[in-house]
């Protein structure tokens, strides 16, 4: 039997996607319909936007750790989180969880290594994009990292929060991702990150300058990986 995969939730949005991404792909692995078991819990996102207001780390922490514990109980034998930004707090999670995880940041930058790409641009809430989550990941495989001017960090992040992880699609606001995406290009990047597990909603090969790195589909596809490797 696959592994038994364990969702920790924060946006539902992106939660959706990944969900939906590990269902639906997972026949391709093993067989018409076919998944591995599939577990989420979700706090309310604002108990985490109410923490990363206020710059509060180990707040973010404990929330993802009540979501481990409660995973573990219902017997996820691995976990994943769909939300980029919360990952600031990966490090005070890890050391305390019940069960390991796939690290969204370190699932994107190995894809990026692995496509030769050297220099990628980076959207994503405000949050993640002043954080060192993707910098760091990235630097490690040999690739840098471009964050997008300070006006464009902050028009994203707004929509994001106000639309994206709402539901609410827009054609004005795919058009700013558009453009934020173009200035990056002008700098030199390869490719972009879509570092908020809601922009791949919006955004894609298809109508992107630049290739695009989905976080939320190669976390579930690694997922799926690792779920079926084990069986």
């Known amino acids: 039997m696959p592994q038994h995969i364990g969702i920790v939730g924060c946006s539902a949005e992106g939660a959706a996607l990944c969900y939906t991404t590990i269902c639906t792909e997972g026949a391709a692995l093993l067989g018409p319909h076919a998944h591995p078991q ?16 206020r710059g509060d780390l180990p707040g973010v922490a404990a929330l993802m750790l009540d979501s481990a514990q409660r995973l573990a109980a219902a017997g ?24 390991p995880w796939l690290h969204i940041a370190e699932v994107v930058a190995q894809s990026a290594a692995a496509r030769g790409w050297g ?10 994009v002043r954080s060192e989550v993707y910098p760091q990941r990235l ?3 040999g690739v840098e990292c471009v964050r997008p001017a300070d006006a464009d960090r902050d028009l994203l992040g707004r929509l994001i929060m106000d639309e994206l ?40 090969d298809h109508n992107s300058a630049l290739p695009t790195l989905d976080s939320t589909r190669l976390l579930a596809r690694a997922a799926l990986r690792r779920a079926v490797a084990a069986s």
């Not at 108990?47 to 990363?52: P, S, T």
């Not at 220099?119 to 993640?128: M, N």
């Not at 934020?180 to 030199?188: D, K, N, V, Y």
Request: aromatic content about 8%.
């Open 139 to 141: 630097a490690a495989h």
């Open 165 to 204: 992880v709402a539901g609410v699609f827009r054609w004005a606001t795919v058009a700013a991702f558009q453009q934020a995406i173009e200035r990056l290009a002008q700098r030199g990047c390869e490719a972009v990150v879509l570092g908020c597990t809601e922009i791949p909603l919006v955004i894609g």
């Open 76 to 99: 996820a034998d691995f976990l994943v989180c769909p939300d980029n930004t919360i990952h600031q707090a990966f490090d005070l999670v890890a050391p305390r969880s019940p069960r």
């Open 119 to 128: 220099r990628v641009g980076l959207l994503g809430t405000h949050w993640l």
């Open 38 to 53: 599939v577990s989420m819990h979700t706090p309310s996102l604002a108990a985490y936007v109410d923490c990363l207001d």
